[in-house]
């Protein structure tokens, strides 16, 4: 949902204005934001955003913090920048605090000399937190010093987004060269140093993506790198120029343990399906294990066509003895429409509540309840033969899928004498398509693993894969949570290449991680 940007009336002026925060985000990736910068997030009532590299950085940020992504993304539509001046003024005044997340380091390229200057004659505070900024670290993760007792007595660090207003004579002058936002001019960049006299054999690297796991450096001269980048898509890049350039060969192995240590899944790239609006813990598992995770959602959840039957359930909650919850979307419909109906939380006190899975589980826990029963093995075929006590007589809610979920367990438990009541508390449907990275991964073919956490993923990835009409999965190892996830890849792609041992998400990681060290996954992939 789009928040509204319009911020309520200020509060008296004798009111003390909170601080705003501009905060450096760094290189994107989550273990590159400062311990001062994480604080904040936690802290922030407000957060006005840049388009990030990585979304994970939102993941410290409270669920009732106001989220306002503000663009700033080159080639891309994005808030103007007198916009994002008046709604740091406005929160400030309004007496909420306030985060401004900017990419980088706020004072290289951050275009935050206009918020200062409309925060200060507004008379709100402000502090500036640093970040690590990509000029000076993709060069470092790069294995490309940017001074050097021999080849590179300085650098200079200038913006390639206007290569009109460089001043093309003195760049010639410097050793060394840092552009940043110089991707989509690279050609007018190469060219305007040519004419002022530098070699066309002077080194260049383009460094993409620095400090992530998909980070790539491709080098060249002046002369040739525009033709050994062309059909390169567009991506975060830093530009180096200068003869520190050549160590990059040298230390390579650098470069490469820097990947690598403690990186069981270094140089994979995994495609995590899931459902639409859903943070990946499992995403941020992967990432931090040295995969390049992306992620693409398989389903979207939304309410019921119709009300009535929960409606009717929770108006007549004192004759079931348990409830049972087979996901997490069915503990948050159920709660939420218990709370939108006027109805207080003790209305649940009288039952006694079976939860299937682990995340289900914590989910419940969140909401403030604990679970009377979790079957062994984290799955629901498992529920009714452990049942704690005889099911005969007794009376069981089910707050289920709409439409396509499984009837197994109610088939169970009707057979062994109760009465039970499957109730559709929520819908899942199929996206329109695949995100545009998983798309443009599975495209170039670079994806190594997809995984699936239901077997409803894995039909409705089915379905997006069959409708984009150009994609193969022949080299793509196929994952599964457990036993009826593999069931649906073995009737859908024919195979399951790795289930997880345990039924959980942590217990998918484990089983990609040993996969990945096999020799033969390595070499088919």
Same mark, same amino acid.
């Given at each position: ?34 311990v ?23 993941q ?6 106001? /989220? ?22 406005a ?19 951050g275009?935050?000399? &206009? ?24 060069p ?14 300085g ?60 980070? &790539?450096? /491709? ?84 309410p019921? &066509? ?29 709660l ?61 809610? /089910? ?30 449907? /199929? ?25 409803k993923?894995v ?60 020799p ?6």
């Amino acid at each position: 949902m789009t928040p509204n940007r319009d911020a309520p009336s200020p509060r008296s002026k004798n009111h003390p204005r909170p601080t705003v925060y501009l905060v450096g985000a760094g290189l994107g990736d989550v273990g590159y934001l400062t311990v001062r910068g994480r604080e904040l997030l936690r802290r922030a009532e407000v957060l006005i955003y840049d388009a990030l590299a990585d979304d994970r950085l939102l993941q410290w940020v409270s669920s009732d913090c106001l /989220c306002l992504n503000v663009g700033k993304r080159g080639g891309q539509p994005s808030t103007p920048q007198s916009e994002i001046d008046r709604l740091l003024v406005a929160y400030c005044l309004q007496g909420r605090r306030v985060v401004r997340l900017k990419a980088g380091d706020p004072f290289i390229f951050g275009r935050s000399t &206009s918020e200062l200057r409309a925060l200060h004659q507004a008379n709100c505070p402000v502090e500036v937190v640093p970040g690590i900024s990509s000029a000076l670290a993709a060069p470092l993760l790069a294995g490309i010093p940017l001074t050097d007792a021999a080849l590179s007595s300085g650098f200079a660090v200038f913006s390639g987004h206007d290569p009109d207003r460089l001043p093309s004579d003195a760049l010639t002058k410097l050793d060394t060269l840092v552009f940043l936002m110089g991707r989509r001019h690279l050609p007018q960049i190469c060219d305007r140093l040519l004419q002022q006299g530098k070699s066309p054999q002077t080194p260049i690297a383009l460094i993409r993506w620095a400090g992530r796991p998909q980070q &790539s450096v /491709c080098t060249g001269t002046l002369e040739n790198i525009v033709k050994r980048t062309a059909g390169h898509p567009p991506s975060p890049t830093v530009i180096v120029i200068g003869e520190v350039v050549q160590l990059h060969e040298e230390f390579r192995g650098f470069e490469e343990s820097m990947a690598t240590k403690f990186s069981p899944l270094a140089g994979k790239t995994i495609l995590v399906t899931r459902s639409s609006g859903q943070s990946s813990n499992f995403q941020t598992l992967l990432t931090h294990a040295g995969a390049n995770a992306i992620s693409t959602p398989a389903l979207e959840i939304g309410p019921p &066509s119709s009300w009535d039957e929960l409606d009717n359930a929770i108006d007549n909650l004192s004759k079931f003895d348990w409830v049972v919850f087979s996901s997490s979307n069915g503990i948050e419909y159920l709660l939420d429409r218990l709370k939108e109906k006027g109805r207080d939380v003790r209305s649940l006190s009288g039952l006694k509540i079976a939860v299937v899975g682990r995340k289900t589980a914590r989910i419940l826990e969140q909401r403030g309840f604990n679970a009377d029963f979790i079957p062994p093995d984290f799955i629901a075929d498992s529920l009714v033969e452990n049942f704690p006590e005889p099911v005969a007589g007794k009376t069981f809610l /089910c707050p289920r899928v709409e439409t396509g979920g499984r009837t197994l367990l109610a088939q169970q438990f009707t057979e062994a004498g109760a009465t039970v009541e499957m109730v559709p508390a929520y819908e899942s449907r /199929c996206p329109a398509s695949l995100e545009p990275e998983a798309l443009d991964a599975l495209r170039r073919q670079t994806v190594d693993v997809v995984t699936f956490a239901s077997s409803k993923t894995v039909r409705n990835f089915a379905q997006l894969v069959h409708d984009a009409g150009d994609i193969s999965l022949d080299n793509v190892a196929i994952a599964s949570i457990g036993p009826q996830t593999t069931e649906a890849c073995l009737d859908l792609f024919g195979r399951c290449d790795i289930e997880a041992e345990e039924y959980t998400i942590e217990g998918l990681y484990q089983a990609i991680a040993s996969y990945s060290q096999q020799p033969t996954a390595n070499s088919q992939q």
